[in-house]
């Protein structure tokens, strides 16, 4: 049972254009939300979050939009840079303080020259 | 740079071995967390610790016994691991204090079982 569904395995996008990563989840009582980055070789490293009372959350070019109805979070990035290449794992939190996360399958965003 | 580090970066075993996984994190944080993620898949917690004790255990089998000395360092202790244990062990930190704290990652140990 995937409580996180991340349903593109890849996205080709052409560099400056905006990337949009795709989250769909099932359990209505997660309460926050986080997009990892992941290249090889190294561990995961956070790069933007939403809790469940907000519907949007924004870090420079990295935008996070949560719709709750839909049980359905995205991660847009612009404009998009050839370093923004790697794996994006969307995790979503079960209880605060220490967190029980559940990730998504992952998506690998390639951004092409 | 991360903040977050694993030690050692690649090992080795035998199926019989005894051998111990390290992490040190040094941002204050009182949660620490043992991931697994074999290839291809995202990570899957493991265990929890909370201001030093434990907090969850997903169901781990007790080959794998985690250890958390201090707030800033978290063991894991392998012990008659079998072939399908071969994976990237992940630890993450985060702050207990308040709420919605991102759990910080280090950069995992490649264990082979051979």
């Not at chain 2, 004790?53 to 079998?82: D, G, M, T, W, Y």
């Amino acid at each position: 049972d995937q409580q996180v569904k991340q349903n593109s395995p890849s996205l080709s996008v052409q560099e400056g254009r905006i990337s949009i990563l795709n989250c769909d989840y099932t359990n209505s009582m997660f309460d926050y939300f986080l997009w990892y980055k992941k290249y090889p070789a190294e561990g995961p490293t956070f790069l933007i979050s939403i809790s469940s009372i907000k519907d949007k959350n924004e870090d420079g070019r990295f935008t996070v939009f949560l719709n709750k109805s839909a049980k359905h979070l995205s991660l847009h990035i612009v404009p998009s840079q050839p370093g923004d290449s790697a794996v994006y794992f969307c995790a979503a939190s079960l209880i605060q303080g220490a967190q029980k996360l559940v990730f998504g399958q992952g998506t690998r965003l390639t951004i092409n020259p | 740079d991360t903040e977050v580090t694993q030690t050692p970066k690649h090992l080795v075993m035998g199926m019989t071995n005894k051998k111990s996984l390290k992490c040190e994190q040094h941002m204050g944080h009182r949660a620490m967390y043992w991931y697994k993620q074999k290839a291809k898949k995202p990570p899957e917690l493991m265990f929890v610790y909370s201001y030093e004790k434990l907090s969850i255990n997903e169901s781990v089998p007790s080959r794998f016994s985690p250890e958390c000395p201090n707030s800033s360092l978290l063991n894991l202790h392998l012990h008659a691991l079998q072939p399908e244990d071969s994976a990237l062990y992940l630890c993450a930190s985060s702050q207990l204090n308040g709420i919605n704290q991102p759990q910080h990652f280090g950069d995992g140990t490649r264990l082979s079982i051979l």
